[in-house]
């Protein structure tokens, strides 16, 4: 008899294991401190060590409760992805107060993205390039409808406010009858104050998925 498929178990502990970590690190630091850093409204507050903040991730308001760490959505009983509550708790926890930086960088040149490179690539730009490929308004449609707007890097380009203070451009370059259409995405470079490479990368793939879905070919990994 085979041996039953593991990977979905191994996937789901990585995940709780890295939720429990956020959770960890978030209820060890200055809450309110870290909030004002991020850009996160304080709403609730006890007489105990007990806070309550709301956040704005890509376009919907999120509650995060510390120090438990519980992350819900203020209009929604829903529950929140785990791959969302992630990076909300890492980058409310990573967050430096820096202010924008004024200078546009690649991945290339994030410390450590090198290591995070072809998977940024894979789970990103090449992607998009198979979602949009010849449908250069479809991209700018599906940016609109995932709270996007115009970037002035590009005239098909879009910029996602991800968190207050990261936000990402998606550059689209439609190509030929000789050249295939490609993507780039950048950022200002005081994102690397905000989220470390691997969750840089993460958040890419999540608006990538999100970029997706609107066309109808939703492809998270």
């Known amino acids: 008899m085979t041996a039953p498929e593991k990977k979905p178990t191994i996937r789901r502990d990585a995940f709780v294991k890295a939720l429990q970590l956020g959770k960890d690190k978030l209820a060890q630091s200055d809450f309110a401190a870290q909030c004002e850093k991020a850009g996160a409204e304080i709403i609730e507050s006890d007489d105990s060590v007990r806070k309550v903040a709301r956040l704005r991730f890509l376009y919907r308001d999120y509650r995060v409760e510390c120090p438990s760490g519980a992350i819900n959505y203020c209009d929604s009983e829903d529950e929140v992805l785990p791959y969302d509550q ?52 479809g991209f700018r449609k599906a940016g609109m409808e995932i709270g996007g707007s115009k970037s002035a890097l590009g005239e098909l380009a879009i910029e996602v406010i991800a968190f207050p203070k990261v936000s990402y451009h998606f550059i689209m370059w439609p190509g030929d009858d000789e050249l295939d259409t490609e993507f780039t995405c950048v950022f200002d470079r005081s994102l690397t104050e905000y989220l470390p490479a691997e969750d840089i990368t993460v958040l890419a793939n999540v608006i990538t998925s999100r970029l997706a879905q609107k066309a109808g070919k939703g492809n998270r990994k």
């Open 86 to 137: 992630i990076l909300i708790l890492h980058y409310l926890a990573h967050a430096s107060g820096a202010p924008l930086a004024g200078e546009i960088i690649s991945y290339q040149q994030i410390p450590d993205g090198w290591l995070y490179y072809p998977s940024f690539l894979e789970r990103t730009t090449y992607i998009l390039a198979r979602t949009f490929s010849g449908a250069p308004e």
